[in-house]
């Protein structure tokens, strides 16, 4: 059982940034691969960026590529979310999920098995 919880969201102005942050803990962190995902009001869960155990691969959907940077630091069991140039669309609940039952980075909502509650950011325009 792995659990996950995000912190950092908040209200700020388009054109700002923001750093997400997710804390594990059960399980071995450095041993499955992490992501978030987002959902804007009325919308479905969309896959916004994930990471692989080691760091060495990433993945990012187009629509953040560019504006948001996925990290993690296996030592303190944390993964990361930096967010730069926000537009008024980024506004959403994050999620951080984790891959464990799988092998490989997870780009859809399905490949992921454990889920944090969420942290609510919202962009102005």
């Known amino acids: 059982q792995v659990h996950l919880v995000e912190s950092g969201g908040g209200l700020l102005q388009a054109g700002g940034s923001l750093r997400l942050s997710c804390a594990a803990s059960?399980?071995?962190?450095?041993?499955?691969?992490m992501g978030w995902v987002r959902q804007a009001p009325g919308k479905e869960r969309e896959c916004v960026a994930a990471?692989?155990?080691?760091?060495?691969?990433?993945y990012y959907a187009a629509f953040v590529k560019g504006r948001f940077t996925i990290a993690r630091e296996n030592a303190k069991n944390t993964m990361y979310l930096q967010m730069n140039s926000l537009k008024a669309e980024d506004t959403a609940v994050y999620y951080c999920?984790?891959?464990?039952?799988?092998?490989?980075?997870?780009?859809?909502?399905?490949?992921?098995?454990?889920w944090g509650q969420g942290t609510k950011v919202t962009v102005s325009s």
């Open positions: 999920a984790s891959r464990v039952r799988a092998n490989g980075l997870g780009s859809r909502v399905n490949d992921y098995d454990f």
């Open positions: 059960g399980g071995t962190f450095s041993s499955y691969a």
């Open positions: 990471i692989s155990r080691s760091a060495v691969t990433r």
